[in-house]
């Protein structure tokens, strides 16, 4: 048996599911929570066991998730919407708290199922990547005046370019297990792109641009679709959400969105950054989120998307040069491969550089 599955039981118990609870069944796709559907006699909740490998402060992550969705709550009902749809409802245990804590340590939270919704695992269609970046457009407007700056950090560092790029240099000085010699170009790209790396905190430090509260992983799994009409309808997974920028979040989209090929693709005439869909989801994200923010951050997409990129290929390359202990692996060499992928995006964002640019001057330009 699971271990999350020897407390499960605790669990139930915990929180005020109503008596006729008749099942919970393992949900979803996910691999760091365990993630049960619980099956009430008038409705269904979604409980979970937040991973402790992943996340060390579950007290704080709570009193993140707990005080955005309140006030997305508060928010989304003076703008006429449905809270009850639109943004997750946390369900509180029985003794009160955020959480509850098993008899073997495991923390468990819980939130009302949101019927009548879909969700999808790839942006398969243009329309559905645009409804991906409606959704986190929204969610960038309607905490544009939440105090950023009170959120807990729950993972340190987590967008720190220069940190990540301080941890590859040692990871190339250690070369412990001889890696070096066999992805130099790749090593040669990213230390070549150093300054790069800085362009955004000297931003933020300088006061150019504004710290947000972010979602720190905007795939397109983590939006809710509404089943009738197909449009987003409630952001979900907010284990990440933080202080941060508003151009890591769009960025992230784009790494992962705005090409066709899978992460590890050993083929790299297959990957490339689609510039149509990098327009199709700047538009869509700006169309929601655009008023909430300033110039410079729209002025600063491209580099969101850049920067977000080079910092994923670095820390899959650590990986790499480190023995692959932190992502995982099913073949050798498959985190070079993954590091390779991110640094032919990057080149190919720079290949477009003007044209994505232009897509920011547009917007501001029509906005004046």
Same mark, same amino acid.
Not at 30 to 35: K, M
Not at 119 to 145: I, K, M, V, W
Not at 186 to 193: T, V, Y
Not at 298 to 307: D, F, I, Q, T
């Given at each position: 048996?699971?271990?999350?599955?020897?407390?499960?039981?605790?669990?139930?118990?915990?929180?005020?599911?109503?008596?006729?609870?008749?099942?919970?069944?393992?949900?979803?796709?996910?691999?760091?929570?365990?993630?049960?559907?619980?099956?009430?006699?008038?409705?269904?909740?979604?409980?979970?066991?937040?991973?402790?490998?992943?996340?060390?402060?579950?007290?704080?992550?709570?009193?993140?998730?707990?005080?955005?969705?309140?006030?997305?709550?508060?928010?989304?009902?003076?703008?006429?919407?449905?809270?009850?749809?639109?943004?997750?409802?946390?369900?509180?245990?029985?003794?009160?708290?955020?959480?509850?804590?098993?008899?073997?340590?495991?923390?468990?939270?819980?939130?009302?199922?949101?019927?009548?919704?879909?969700?999808?695992?790839?942006?398969?269609?243009?329309?559905?990547?645009?409804?991906?970046?409606?959704?986190?457009?929204?969610?960038?407007?309607?905490?544009?005046?939440?105090?950023?700056?009170?959120?807990?950090?729950?993972?340190? $560092?987590?967008?720190?370019?220069?940190?990540?790029?301080?941890? &590859?240099?040692?990871?190339? %000085? *250690?070369?412990? /297990? +001889?890696? =070096?010699?066999?992805?130099?170009?790749?090593?040669?790209?990213?230390?070549?792109?150093?300054?790069?790396?800085?362009?955004?905190?000297?931003?933020?430090?300088?006061?150019?641009?504004?710290?947000?509260?972010?979602?720190?992983?905007?795939?397109?799994?983590?939006?809710?679709?509404?089943?009738?009409?197909?449009?987003?309808?409630?952001?979900?997974?907010?284990?990440?959400?933080?202080?941060?920028?508003?151009?890591?979040?769009?960025?992230?989209?784009?790494?992962?969105?705005?090409?066709?090929?899978?992460?590890?693709? $050993?083929?790299?005439?297959?990957?490339?950054?689609?510039?149509? &869909?990098?327009?199709?989801? %700047? *538009?869509?994200? /700006? +169309?929601? =989120?655009?008023?909430?923010?300033?110039?410079?951050?729209?002025?600063?997409?491209?580099?969101?998307?850049?920067?977000?990129?080079?910092?994923?290929?670095?820390?899959?390359?650590?990986?790499?040069?480190?023995?692959?202990?932190?992502?995982?692996?099913?073949?050798?060499?498959?985190?070079?491969?993954?590091?390779?992928?991110?640094?032919?995006?990057?080149?190919?964002?720079?290949?477009?550089?003007?044209?994505?640019?232009?897509?920011?001057?547009?917007?501001?330009?029509?906005?004046?």
């Amino acid at each position: 048996m699971a271990q999350a599955e020897q407390t499960l039981r605790e669990a139930l118990a915990a929180f005020g599911f109503g008596k006729d609870v008749t099942g919970a069944v393992r949900y979803g796709a996910g691999h760091i929570n365990d993630t049960f559907l619980v099956e009430g006699e008038e409705r269904r909740f979604i409980l979970q066991r937040v991973s402790s490998a992943a996340f060390k402060e579950p007290d704080k992550l709570m009193e993140n998730i707990v005080n955005v969705t309140e006030y997305l709550g508060r928010e989304i009902a003076r703008q006429g919407g449905d809270p009850a749809r639109e943004t997750l409802t946390v369900v509180h245990p029985r003794d009160g708290g955020h959480s509850f804590t098993d008899s073997a340590g495991g923390v468990w939270r819980a939130f009302y199922f949101v019927e009548g919704t879909e969700c999808y695992q790839a942006a398969e269609t243009p329309q559905l990547f645009a409804a991906s970046g409606r959704a986190f457009g929204r969610f960038q407007r309607l905490l544009r005046d939440y105090p950023a700056a009170t959120l807990h950090e729950t993972i340190p $560092r987590f967008h720190d370019t220069e940190d990540r790029l301080r941890k &590859l240099k040692a990871a190339i %000085a *250690a070369d412990s /297990l +001889g890696r =070096a010699k066999d992805c130099r170009a790749e090593i040669d790209f990213m230390l070549a792109r150093e300054a790069d790396c800085s362009m955004a905190l000297n931003a933020l430090r300088e006061g150019a641009l504004p710290l947000r509260v972010t979602h720190n992983d905007t795939k397109l799994n983590n939006v809710l679709m509404d089943a009738e009409t197909g449009e987003a309808l409630c952001v979900i997974d907010l284990d990440t959400v933080m202080p941060g920028l508003s151009i890591n979040d769009f960025g992230d989209s784009i790494r992962f969105g705005a090409n066709h090929s899978a992460e590890d693709e $050993r083929d790299l005439s297959k990957v490339s950054l689609d510039v149509d &869909l990098y327009r199709v989801y %700047a *538009a869509a994200f /700006l +169309g929601e =989120a655009g008023e909430a923010l300033t110039g410079a951050e729209v002025r600063y997409l491209p580099w969101g998307a850049k920067l977000m990129t080079l910092e994923c290929g670095i820390r899959f390359l650590t990986d790499h040069l480190e023995g692959d202990s932190y992502f995982h692996i099913s073949r050798p060499g498959q985190n070079l491969d993954r590091a390779r992928t991110q640094c032919k995006l990057v080149a190919d964002m720079e290949a477009h550089w003007g044209e994505l640019n232009a897509v920011s001057e547009e917007y501001l330009a029509r906005a004046e």
